[in-house]
């Protein structure tokens, strides 16, 4: 393993594998040795040669911003001389013949280089081309036994499938919410069978909204009323709030009425006793419900990351991408969020859509996104977050190319707005903003059954659905292990790093069968909807 790491031949600076200390030598491949001129921390960037003031920053073989200043070849490279490159809402050309990667250097991971040239620290293999797992080639086509790859799930009677068989309260509003905790905690007594848990997800929202504000909320709830990983569901309403049940009703369209009831707690006169006795119904209806043996191309992923740190784009972001080609690959269906950290890498997702339409949408994805900022009067650009930049990223150019390598190499095959439902199998684009509670559940309401949350900081945080936690170091993964469920981390040191993205891939579909994730063994589950107008 080297103490470094250029992810590119076209880089002009090196990531640190571990700190760097002042007078530390790099040995390029051209024979050049570049001297640390400054302590560089651990997954922080270094320059690998002079770059003048206005000069492009280049990681990723990208630009990810300008020099400040003039930065000398050795020197550390981070916000106090690197800004952003980026502008406010712009114009695109459909290019889908410059999808990196065809030209055999710079992968969409950005993590692979010309055999010979692009400098690593044991990611690479045979043929000197760095992977993050080896297991699925360009055009996401999986090999071997993953071809036939399956898990255990809940079919459900409108085709659908859960990982899960668990039992939802989800109120229409938040005057209800004491209500519905205290009923999931009287509920959860009366377990049998397969049912798994008995849960409420508070939130604020339902009443006092106006126009796309309150259709978001209606849109999501009926979202999460209808995700197959609950075996039942109770919609319970108050009976005075705009989002009421009468209302949400026909954002259900067709729906098992034994699978899902409804309580409004005004038009009762006891809510606790009619909501306990919904409940013990629906446990009954669901116990009954068996776990079957269905094939990997059913499972729909979710795909977030948070607390990124320097490591991110280089381990677990690239694993996720990996892992997101060979589930396409199978005929499964991933989806990607966080629309503002796109921002900087977007021309790369808007050039391996389909099809000019899916271009069309992605572009209104990312402007859409950037005037609802400046309709708000607030900064396009402000991001990365501290924690961000504590990990070694400086710029949101810097962040979005980590970030977006998630996505791995297949082609978009489908845009939604926010709290549309999939329907395309494949990789798809979601709109929803980088916060991690909101957007991990933009994602659940999609139809994700599980998600997969890369971190460098880490978060304890859950989901409607079950979180997986890959950490992008090691040592936080050692540090945490009550919130991390993977370990990206020992791509920089595992002597076979092929295994790894099996290993994922594995540990997926335990999950999917019924296996637990940390958070879901704390007991934690949460949810949050995208606030977007003015409260009455």
Same mark, same amino acid.
């Given at each position: 393993m080297k103490d470094w790491i250029r992810i590119h031949e076209r880089d002009n600076v090196a990531v640190a594998l571990k700190e760097l200390k002042a007078g530390e030598r790099l040995a390029l491949e051209d024979g050049r040795f570049v001297t640390a001129l400054e302590t560089v921390p651990a997954g922080h960037k270094i320059a690998l040669r002079e770059i003048p003031e206005g000069g492009e920053v280049i990681k990723y073989g990208h630009r990810i911003g300008l020099a400040k200043e003039l930065i000398s070849e050795g020197q550390w490279v981070h916000v106090h001389n690197l800004r952003t490159a980026l502008g406010e809402v712009l114009e695109y050309a459909y290019e889908p013949a410059k999808v990196p990667g065809d030209d055999g250097k710079a992968g969409?991971?950005? @993590?692979?280089?010309?055999?010979?040239?692009? *400098?690593?620290?044991? @990611?690479?293999?045979?043929?000197?081309?760095?992977?993050?797992?080896?297991?699925? %080639?360009?055009?996401?086509?999986?090999?071997?036994?993953? *071809?036939?790859?399956?898990?255990?799930?809940?079919?459900?009677?409108?085709?659908? !499938?859960?990982?899960?068989?668990? @039992?939802? @309260?989800?109120?229409? !509003?938040?005057?209800?919410?004491?209500?519905?905790?205290?009923?999931?905690?009287?509920?959860?007594?009366?377990? =049998?069978?397969? !049912? *798994?848990?008995?849960?409420?997800?508070? =939130?604020?929202?339902?009443?006092?909204?106006?126009?796309?504000?309150?259709? =978001?909320?209606?849109?999501?709830?009926? %979202?999460?009323?209808? =995700?197959?990983?609950?075996?039942?569901?109770?919609?319970?309403?108050?009976?005075? /709030?705009?989002?009421? !049940?009468?209302?949400?009703?026909?954002?259900?369209?067709?729906?098992? *009425?034994?699978?899902?009831?409804?309580?409004?707690?005004?038009?009762?006169?006891? /809510?606790?006793?009619?909501? /306990? /006795?919904?409940?013990k119904e629906l446990i009954d209806q669901a116990a009954t419900d068996q776990r079957t043996t269905l094939p990997a191309s059913k499972l729909i992923v979710g795909m977030k990351c948070g607390g990124s740190d320097g490591f991110s784009g280089i381990t677990a972001n690239p694993l996720v991408g990996r892992f997101s080609d060979l589930l396409v690959g199978m005929g499964g269906t991933t989806i990607l969020t966080e629309v503002p950290e796109m921002f900087g890498a977007e021309e790369i997702l808007m050039n391996r859509c389909e099809n000019r339409e899916l271009f069309d949408k992605t572009v209104c994805l990312i402007n859409d996104f950037k005037r609802y900022y400046t309709e708000n009067h607030q900064t396009i650009y402000e991001n990365p977050s501290p924690g961000n930049k504590q990990g070694g990223i400086s710029t949101l150019e810097d962040k979005s190319l980590g970030c977006t390598q998630k996505s791995g190499s297949a082609p978009v095959r489908g845009v939604l707005a926010y709290g549309q439902r999939v329907e395309t199998s494949g990789l798809n684009l979601l709109s929803a903003p980088g916060n991690d509670l909101v957007a991990a559940t933009a994602l659940a309401a999609s139809g994700a059954q599980i998600i997969l949350f890369t971190t460098g900081r880490g978060t304890p945080f859950a989901s409607p659905v079950p979180t997986i936690k890959i950490s992008s170091n090691s040592s936080l993964a050692t540090k945490k292990k009550s919130w991390i469920d993977f370990d990206a981390g020992v791509v920089l040191t595992d002597d076979a790093p092929a295994q790894l993205g099996e290993r994922l891939f594995s540990y997926v579909l335990e999950v999917a069968s019924g296996r637990k994730v940390r958070s879901e063994e704390a007991g934690f589950h949460d949810m949050a909807i995208f606030k977007q107008g003015v409260t009455l």
């Amino acid at each position: 393993m080297k103490d470094w790491i250029r992810i590119h031949e076209r880089d002009n600076v090196a990531v640190a594998l571990k700190e760097l200390k002042a007078g530390e030598r790099l040995a390029l491949e051209d024979g050049r040795f570049v001297t640390a001129l400054e302590t560089v921390p651990a997954g922080h960037k270094i320059a690998l040669r002079e770059i003048p003031e206005g000069g492009e920053v280049i990681k990723y073989g990208h630009r990810i911003g300008l020099a400040k200043e003039l930065i000398s070849e050795g020197q550390w490279v981070h916000v106090h001389n690197l800004r952003t490159a980026l502008g406010e809402v712009l114009e695109y050309a459909y290019e889908p013949a410059k999808v990196p990667g065809d030209d055999g250097k710079a992968g969409s991971d950005g @993590i692979v280089g010309d055999a010979g040239k692009a *400098e690593c620290n044991g @990611i690479a293999e045979g043929d000197g081309k760095a992977r993050c797992n080896g297991i699925a %080639d360009r055009g996401g086509k999986p090999g071997g036994a993953a *071809e036939q790859a399956s898990f255990q799930g809940f079919l459900r009677g409108d085709g659908k !499938v859960g990982v899960r068989n668990e @039992i939802w @309260i989800v109120p229409t !509003v938040g005057c209800v919410n004491s209500i519905a905790t205290a009923l999931a905690r009287k509920a959860n007594a009366y377990l =049998h069978g397969s !049912v *798994e848990e008995v849960i409420a997800f508070p =939130h604020p929202y339902g009443c006092s909204q106006m126009g796309e504000d309150q259709e =978001h909320t209606r849109q999501i709830l009926a %979202d999460l009323i209808l =995700h197959p990983n609950a075996g039942g569901v109770l919609v319970l309403g108050l009976g005075c /709030e705009n989002s009421g !049940v009468a209302t949400l009703k026909p954002y259900l369209g067709a729906y098992d *009425e034994k699978r899902v009831r409804f309580l409004v707690c005004q038009e009762v006169e006891d /809510e606790m006793a009619a909501g /306990e /006795e919904i409940l013990k119904e629906l446990i009954d209806q669901a116990a009954t419900d068996q776990r079957t043996t269905l094939p990997a191309s059913k499972l729909i992923v979710g795909m977030k990351c948070g607390g990124s740190d320097g490591f991110s784009g280089i381990t677990a972001n690239p694993l996720v991408g990996r892992f997101s080609d060979l589930l396409v690959g199978m005929g499964g269906t991933t989806i990607l969020t966080e629309v503002p950290e796109m921002f900087g890498a977007e021309e790369i997702l808007m050039n391996r859509c389909e099809n000019r339409e899916l271009f069309d949408k992605t572009v209104c994805l990312i402007n859409d996104f950037k005037r609802y900022y400046t309709e708000n009067h607030q900064t396009i650009y402000e991001n990365p977050s501290p924690g961000n930049k504590q990990g070694g990223i400086s710029t949101l150019e810097d962040k979005s190319l980590g970030c977006t390598q998630k996505s791995g190499s297949a082609p978009v095959r489908g845009v939604l707005a926010y709290g549309q439902r999939v329907e395309t199998s494949g990789l798809n684009l979601l709109s929803a903003p980088g916060n991690d509670l909101v957007a991990a559940t933009a994602l659940a309401a999609s139809g994700a059954q599980i998600i997969l949350f890369t971190t460098g900081r880490g978060t304890p945080f859950a989901s409607p659905v079950p979180t997986i936690k890959i950490s992008s170091n090691s040592s936080l993964a050692t540090k945490k292990k009550s919130w991390i469920d993977f370990d990206a981390g020992v791509v920089l040191t595992d002597d076979a790093p092929a295994q790894l993205g099996e290993r994922l891939f594995s540990y997926v579909l335990e999950v999917a069968s019924g296996r637990k994730v940390r958070s879901e063994e704390a007991g934690f589950h949460d949810m949050a909807i995208f606030k977007q107008g003015v409260t009455l």
